[in-house]
Nanobody, 127 residues
Framework: QVQLVESGGGLVQAGGSLSLSCAVSGVTDGIYTLGWFRQAPGKEREFVAVINWNGVSTNSAESVKGRFTVSRDNAKYTTTLQMNNLKPEDTARYYC????????????????????WGQGTQVTVTS
């Protein structure tokens, strides 16, 4: 059974940085796409970033471009979301997700396109 476990969330002041990690287990190879979404109270789950199976192709939301970077290490079955210059509006619960495809040429903004989800980790940015 595929499992995703996020870590690295916390409380940070605006302008600070956090690095979120997601550990993947239960997969037999590295041929899958990994994504990050976030959800603030009272809001819909929002796409943050996605990375294809070998890390060559990525995509990210306009609201985080230039501040957030997604990467992955297939040898360690992990993905990392490096978040810099955090803003109060980045406050949300962040979720790691996995799609059983090798590429990102799908509607990767749509959470329904992903197959497995982690429980999430809370990020709170204070002003």
């Amino acid at each position: 059974q595929v499992q995703l476990v996020e870590s690295g969330g916390g409380l940070v002041q605006a302008g600070g940085s956090l690095s979120l990690s997601c550990a993947v287990s239960g997969v037999t190879d590295g041929i899958y796409t990994l994504g990050w979404f976030r959800q603030a109270p009272g809001k819909e789950r929002e796409f943050v970033a996605v990375i294809n199976w070998n890390g060559v192709s990525t995509n990210s939301a306009e609201s985080v471009k230039g501040r957030f970077t997604v990467s992955r290490d297939n040898a360690k079955y992990t993905t990392t979301l490096q978040m810099n210059n955090l803003k109060p509006e980045d406050t949300a619960r962040y979720y790691c997700t996995l799609a059983l495809v090798s590429h990102i040429r799908f509607d990767n903004y749509n959470p329904g396109q992903y197959d497995f989800w982690g429980q999430g980790t809370q990020v709170t940015v204070t002003s």
